[in-house]
Nanobody, 119 residues
Framework: VQLVDSGGGLVQPGGSLRLSCAAS????????MSWYRQVPGKRRDWVAG????????DYADSVKGRFTISRENAKNTVDLQMNDLKPQDTALYYC?????????????WGQGTQVTVSA
């Protein structure tokens, strides 16, 4: 099982970035996918989530209207489009997969990709 996060970088306030997560080793189309973020010394916070089919999405209040989560089940990828970035969006961003298979519930994490918003 592997989740590979990419797309992070340094961007100025008001700018945009698109994060991507490539999944392998499990049935991606059956998993609910989310993005989380973490600042050093603080807990990992949920940012956005999307249902297995892609028909339902949800966002943390702090990013609603600025971030968009999407997925392509045919490509086993989930993206996070981040617009109007603010310095407080600076964090390590992680892709997360949750689901159930025959042996029980599972949860997988990507390795994280750093997003830094600074002038």
């Amino acid at each position: 099982v592997q989740l590979v996060d990419s797309g992070g970088g340094l961007v100025q306030p008001g700018g945009s970035l698109r994060l991507s997560c490539a999944a392998s080793g499990f049935t991606f189309s059956s998993a609910a996918m989310s993005w989380y973020r973490q600042v050093p010394g603080k807990r990992r916070d949920w940012v956005a989530g999307i249902s297995s089919s892609g028909s339902s999405t949800d966002y943390a209040d702090s990013v609603k209207g600025r971030f968009t989560i999407s997925r392509e089940n045919a490509k086993n990828t989930v993206d996070l489009q981040m617009n109007d970035l603010k310095p407080q969006d600076t964090a390590l961003y992680y892709c997360n997969a949750k689901g159930i298979h025959r042996s029980g519930a599972y949860e997988y994490w990507g390795q994280g990709t750093q997003v830094t918003v600074s002038a």
